[in-house]
């Protein structure tokens, strides 16, 4: 079984200042990691996924991910942040599609960029 | 590419109807379809698994005759809770699921924010 862990529920940053949403994650197998977001009433949008290969992945608005494999870690990182970053990140895991393929969440992490 | 909608995005309904909630697939064909309830201020919780053609999957603690599932081909998935209760007030999310070419990730819908009275 998998589980996933966001230490930080709530990350408080100021307009441009770099940032970090921390995740953890168990597994038994070999997963595959994702983070999404969630703006307020909307459903999810992936930000980016590590499946295999190089274990930093990037996404079209500035974010990295860094998949950790000694530490079990899939932190989210982004050098400057802006007031549309605002938003709930949700980081999941889940196994190949031929193990099962359930994304199992963690609690989310609110992000609130303040100008 | 990749994109779910759902329908309707909002109701309202009284204790004691049943509401009907689609997922479907625009672009692609979904190898499954996923539905999730969330809570205010929580992560989603997972409540079934389908795939197109086969009776879904049900997580525990799930009624599977509260929340019936159809998923009836590739592009659409239907989740019906049945004789509603202000408890099943909640917002309900359906994914897409794509094994394989496109790497074993599932696209989201937008939500649908049910409200029982």
């Known amino acids: 079984a998998q589980s996933v862990t966001q230490l930080d529920s709530q990350v408080p940053v100021f307009e441009e200042a770099p940032v970090e949403l921390r995740c953890n994650y168990s597994s038994s197998v070999s997963v595959y990691l994702f983070w999404y977001v969630q703006y307020p009433n909307q459903g999810l949008q992936l930000l980016l996924k590590y499946l295999s290969g190089s274990t930093l992945v990037e996404s079209i608005n500035g974010f990295e991910a860094e998949f950790n494999k000694s530490q079990t870690s899939f932190h989210l990182r982004k050098p400057s942040v802006h007031i549309s970053d605002t938003a709930e990140y949700f980081c999941?895991?889940?196994?190949?599609?031929?193990?099962?393929?359930?994304?199992?969440f963690g609690q989310g992490t609110e992000l609130s960029v303040k100008p | 590419g990749a994109v779910v909608s759902q329908h309707p995005s909002r109701v309202i309904c009284k204790s004691g109807t049943s509401v009907k909630i689609e997922c479907r697939s625009l672009d692609f064909q979904a190898t499954t379809m996923f539905w999730y309830r969330q809570f205010p201020k929580k992560s989603l919780m997972l409540m079934a698994t389908?795939?197109?053609?086969?009776?879904?999957?049900?997580e525990q603690g799930v009624e599977k005759d509260k929340f019936l599932i159809n998923h009836a081909s590739l592009t659409l998935s239907t989740l019906t809770v049945t004789s509603a209760h202000p408890e099943d007030s909640s917002f309900y999310i359906c994914s897409a699921g794509i094994a394989g070419a496109m790497a074993d990730t599932q696209y989201f819908g937008p939500g649908t924010r049910l409200t029982v009275l």
């Open positions: 999941a895991v889940s196994a190949p599609y031929n193990q099962g393929g359930k994304l199992i």
């Open positions: 389908s795939n197109e053609g086969s009776k879904a999957t049900y």
